[in-house]
């Protein structure tokens, strides 16, 4: 059973802090690795996907990718209140065509 | 930008009932996925399909089926609802490994 697992939180961190969210999963095969945000009562929204190993910033975000860990985590710089969602790591496998979830972490940035 | 679009953001139903979820995309994306959402169970692949009139089960395809007739459009239907299908239905469109989610269905069967 491939398993993608995250803390569930709730993770509450001060505005201007940064956030930091973890994941970890189970199949070496794994080849892609995206991080989505969910607001309360909304869909999944993408906001990052990292394919090698090592960091990718965009903006005030950064994701980072350890394959041999089997680990990727997510930054969230200057963290702001609107910040404040769940966020879902995902896998995708080489051979499947399909994601593997997490459970998704819940972040409160707070004023 | 890509828009995915469901038939309703709300709807309750008998148990028993057949119950048609629809799911439109507008950027002629070959692969569309269905997804259950439950608290504490995270996203659960329910089917997906690559292409026209194909179809594949994903982890829980029990008590579902799907439709794709054209290939803009993805259709789940439960046959004959149960209680234990409340649940927020998500639909998601893929380019290039990256999926975009509709808004969700939230589904009450009474």
């Known amino acids: 059973q491939k398993e993608v697992e995250q803390n569930s939180g709730p993770l509450s961190v001060p505005e201007g802090a940064i956030a930091s969210l973890n994941c970890t999963y189970s199949?070496?095969?794994?080849?892609?690795f995206f991080w989505y945000r969910q607001y309360s009562g909304k869909s999944p929204e993408l906001i990052m996907f990292i394919y090698s190993n090592g960091d990718k910033e965009d903006g005030r975000f950064t994701a980072q990718l350890n394959k041999a860990s089997q680990y990727v985590s997510l930054l969230i710089r200057d963290s702001q209140p609107s910040d404040s969602a769940t966020y879902l790591c995902?896998?995708?496998?080489?051979?499947?065509?399909?994601?593997?979830f997490g459970s998704g972490t819940q972040l409160t940035v707070l004023p | 930008d890509v828009k995915v679009t469901q038939s309703s953001r709300y709807l309750v139903k008998r148990t028993g009932e057949k119950v048609f979820l629809e799911c439109v995309q507008d950027m002629d994306h070959e692969n569309m996925f269905w997804y259950r959402q439950d608290p504490g169970l995270g996203l659960r692949l329910i089917y997906f399909s690559y292409d026209v009139k194909m179809k594949e089960k994903g982890d829980i395809p029990e008590g579902y089926s799907v439709s794709r007739e054209k290939k803009e459009r993805f259709s789940l239907i439960l046959e004959s609802a149960s209680t234990n299908q409340t649940s927020m239905y998500l639909c998601?469109?893929?380019?290039?490994?990256?999926?975009?989610f509709g808004p969700g269905t939230r589904l009450t069967v009474t």
């Open positions: 998601a469109s893929e380019r290039t490994d990256e999926q975009y």
């Open positions: 995902a896998t995708l496998s080489g051979s499947a065509r399909q994601l593997t």
């Open positions: 199949d070496r095969g794994s080849q892609s």
